[in-house]
Every structure is written in structure tokens, then in C-alpha cells.
């Protein structure tokens, strides 16, 4: 089971990135996938998660409106679109998967939000 996530990079405030997560070793479909990120310094923080089946999504109150999460099942990837980029989304962004009992994370992209 891997988990590689990708489309991290350097942008300015409002403008818009789109994080990947591609795995292999498992449908991504069976299971729910979150999005977490680590600023410098700080403890991890969950983003937002997409439950199996794209049966719903959840996002933290601080990108909620400007966040979206979705799936590609044919492509078993998880995307996170940032939209309206602020300073503080600035982090290593990981995704997360949770297949009973073990928890797989991604290598972790790096956003970084400045003009």
C-alpha cells in the first residue's frame, strides 16, 4: 500500500492549487481519504476527508468555501482543490488512509502561500 501525493508548490494569496493523491495497493473507493497538513513548528492538522464511496466530505472550518476534496476512482486518486490561497495554508500537506487496522500516510507536499 503507497500513497503518493503531488501538485504542492509556491503561490501567491487568492490563487488557486490542486493536490493529488495517488495510491496503489488498494481501491481508494472502499475507503475514506483525508487530507492533513503540518505547518513549521506545529502539530499536524486535518484538512478535510472524503468518506468510501464519495459518500460524503468534511473539511475543517478554516477551508471550508475555499477547499474541495474529491475522487477519481478509474484514476484512484483523491484531489484537493485550494481555492483563494491564504498565508496561513502555508504547510506540508499529507494525505491519510485508514484500512482497518493499519493508517498509511503519504510522503507529505509542500504549499507554500506568499507573494
Known amino acids: 500500500v503507497q500513497l503518493q501525493a503531488s501538485g504542492g508548490g509556491l503561490a501567491p494569496p487568492g490563487e488557486s492549487l490542486r493536490l493529488s493523491c495517488a495510491a496503489s495497493?488498494?481501491?481508494?473507493?472502499?475507503?475514506?481519504i483525508g487530507w492533513f497538513r503540518q505547518a513549521p513548528g506545529k502539530d499536524p492538522y486535518w484538512v478535510s476527508s472524503?468518506?468510501?464511496?464519495?459518500?460524503?466530505?468534511y473539511y475543517s472550518n478554516s477551508v471550508k468555501g475555499r477547499f474541495s476534496i474529491s475522487r477519481d476512482s478509474a484514476k484512484n486518486t483523491v484531489y484537493l482543490q485550494m481555492n483563494n490561497l491564504k498565508p496561513e495554508d502555508t504547510a506540508v500537506y499529507f494525505c491519510?488512509?485508514?484500512?482497518?487496522?493499519?493508517?498509511?500516510w503519504g510522503q507529505g507536499t509542500q504549499v507554500t502561500v506568499s507573494s
Open positions: 491519510h488512509a485508514v484500512i482497518w487496522p493499519q493508517e498509511y
Open positions: 472524503i468518506a468510501r464511496r464519495s459518500s460524503g466530505s
Open positions: 495497493g488498494f481501491a481508494m473507493a472502499d475507503h475514506a
